[in-house]
Structure formats: C-alpha cells, structure tokens
C-alpha cells in the first residue's frame, strides 16, 4: 500500500495489544468492512469501505507477523529503516533498485535475525478462518432457524497426520540445519560483515526431509474436503451480525490450531415491520369512525394477529405500545416491545347521500370538539 496509515489505528487496538486482541479487532473490523455488506449500497459507499478492507487486511498481515510488527514498530514501516524510502510496503516502490527483496533482504535480516515472514518456518501455524454469508428472511431473525451451510475446507490428513511422509514416519531430520529450519551464515552487506539467519534452501524451512511422501495427500499434509455446518441460528440475530464456530476453519500445520468458520447474516427487510435494536414498529390504518367512536381493531404482532382497543377520539400519528411483543435478546428470554403508529383513513368516492350526512355532521360540531382546529382559528386571528 503506498498510502501510509496507521495499523494499530486501522484496527482499533493500542500498541501494546496482544496477539489475541489484535486477532480479534481485524475480526470485528473485517467483519464491519466486509464488501458483502456493501453490496447494494451506493457506488462511493461501496469504494470507501472495499479501501477500508484492504487497509484493516494489510494492517492485520502486520501486526499479526512478529517480525513485521518489530520493524513497524521501531521504523515506522514493516519492511525496516529503508522501507518508507521508496513508495510504501510494496515491491513496485523499489523502481530504479532492481529487486527490493534480493537488494535489502540481507540487510533487513541483519536487523531481524531472519525470514519476514516468519521466525519460525517450522513453527505451529493456525489454520485460515472460512467465511461464508447467508440471506435469511425477518421472521427467521425474529424465530431463530437452523441452516445447512455446505463448505470446502482443508483438513489433516489422517493416514500421514499431517506431516506429509508416508505412515507420518518417512521422514528425518534435515543434516543441513539439524531441524531447525534455518541456516546462519556470513554477507558481506554494504554496511560491512553480517550474520545472516535465513531459511533452509535443503528442506525449505521444515527442518526434516520426507523420504517417501504420502500417497494420500501428496505430501502435502492436508486434503480438500466438502462438509456441511449445521448452523443454529439464534432468535433476535439483527443484519450484519456474525456467528463464530470455534475450530471449523481449514486446519493448522505443526500442530497448529484449526481456523474458525465465521457466518455473516443477512437479513431481508419484512414488508410491514421495520426492526431498530429488539422493538418493532409498523403502521396500523383505521377508519375515521373507529378513530372517533373508539372501537376494537386487530393487530398484526410476530406471534399473530391480536385485539387492540382504540380510545375514543384517537388522532391520527398516535403510537401505541405493545409490552414484550418484540424481539426476544440474544441470550435472554426477555423481548423488545411493539410499536404502532395510527393512520386515520380519510374515506373517498362518496356518495351523495354520504356527502349530505357528513355535512350535516359537522355542521352538528363545536368547535371546542376539535382543539387543534380551535387553537389554529386563534392563531389565525391574532
């Protein structure tokens, strides 16, 4: 990125946050950035947040790496003391240098003690998280309902446990580093005689040396799989909300840790309620008798329709309230309330005879029977 910015900004997080918190900001800010959430938004919306994507997954490629979060820290940029000199963290700022990587690894390594991607080659590596969003109507938010997600993740392989080698045994340590993954040597550098740590060229970092790979995955320690997740989804999940399976992702090598599968949900909006927080609210229309005679009228609810009594005289844009007939709270058996506003319906197409008693109606009226009218004709007169 040639744009500089902040990481630790980016993601929410101090500069002494753990591995674990910053694990856990790109989550939530991935998750808040996601362009899946964007998808129907306008245009310079949906630019912004895919820039802010990037930034929030190139900050975590940082600050997630031991080596590159060093160098950010003490350098102000990840790739060492040279790096903000020509055009930011990528390759194509080195223009004019030949390759960047060939001409300053060395020397970054000097400083380092390695390999920027990562001190260990051989190290426990924690597998990918898989996300996946799904679309699901209002009334399966407001119910809960359950879901078959189907998945393609990487999974150890079971005849060789991962290790690649035949029986997981056809291996032996590699002579050249002694199963260690990395080799030290000598450079001359243009800043004198360095010592150099980098990767094993014999066994490329893994520290052994497979003598008859595994037939199974090829060697390759993993197989691609097909699974479905039975996913529960609770009742009260809003949009944009997301559920985390713990160790459902693509597998870790070395022991690592299996990745996470995350579900994104994507609620469709109802034709008649609309959501904000766990209350409900939607408009009720009513006749002009019922609004001023008082009367009996249903109600639609999320449990069903239900028999609301309306005062007599009621005004148009009147709310009423409906206690603990919203949404139920995620982990909580207690529920929002049900909001409706009144609509009082002005009749039309009348007849004759209709436009007649109607008149006589009003003539029938004072005009201490309509206050707002009144205060109004006050008004008028001043």
């Known amino acids: 990125m040639a744009d500089k910015f902040d990481y630790y900004e980016t993601l929410g ?30 245009e310079a919306e949906r630019k912004a947040a895919e820039e802010q994507f990037k930034k929030v997954n190139h900050a975590y490629d940082v600050l997630s790496d031991k080596q590159k979060r060093a160098a950010y820290d003490q350098y102000g940029d990840e790739n060492g003391p040279m790096g903000g000199g020509f055009g930011g963290s990528g390759a194509g700022g080195a223009q004019g240098f030949g390759d960047f990587d060939s001409f300053f690894g060395d020397f970054f390594n000097a400083f380092t003690g390695g390999a920027r991607r990562s001190a260990r080659p051989n190290g426990r590596i924690d597998g990918d998280d898989i996300t996946v969003t799904i679309t699901i ?11 078959d997600i189907p998945i393609t993740r990487q999974e150890q392989c079971s005849d060789c446990h991962g290790t690649g080698a035949k029986g997981g045994t ?50 390759k320690g993993s197989i691609k799989r097909s699974r479905v997740i039975h996913a529960d989804i609770p009742a009260g999940i809003d949009n944009g909300q997301m559920i985390t399976y713990r160790n459902e992702g693509n597998c870790g090598k070395n022991g690592g840790a299996n990745g996470n599968f995350i579900l994104m949900v994507n609620v469709r909006p109802h034709a008649l309620f609309k959501r904000k927080g766990y209350d409900v609210y939607f408009d009720v229309p009513i006749s002009y008798v019922t609004a001023t005679l008082g009367g009996e009228i249903e109600v ?61 109606f009003e003539s029938s009226l004072s005009i201490n029977q309509s206050p707002k009218q009144k205060k109004f004709a006050e008004f008028l007169k001043k």
């Open 137 to 147: 109507d209002f009334m399966e938010s407001v119910r809960g309902v359950q879901k």
């Open 300 to 360: 639609p609810t999320l449990d069903g329709v239900v028999k609301y009594k309306v005062a007599e005289g009621t005004q148009t844009g009147t709310m009423c309230r409906l206690a603990g007939k919203g949404i139920k709270r995620l982990n909580s058996e207690s529920r929002g309330d049900l909001y409706f506003t009144v609509q009082v319906q002005t009749p039309s197409g009348l007849s004759k005879a209709q436009k007649e008693l109607l008149s006589q």
């Open 13 to 42: 997080v101090s500069k002494n946050a753990t591995d674990e918190e910053i694990k856990a900001a790109y989550r939530r800010m991935a998750k808040k950035y996601h362009p899946d959430l964007y998808s129907t938004k306008p």
């Open 170 to 219: 056809a291996y032996k340590t590699c002579s050249t580093c002694n199963g260690t993954g990395r080799v030290t040597t000598r450079q001359n550098t243009i800043f004198g005689q360095q010592v150099v740590q980098t990767v094993c060229p014999n066994c490329r970092g893994n520290g052994r040396i497979i003598t008859d790979s595994c037939r199974t995955c090829g060697g």
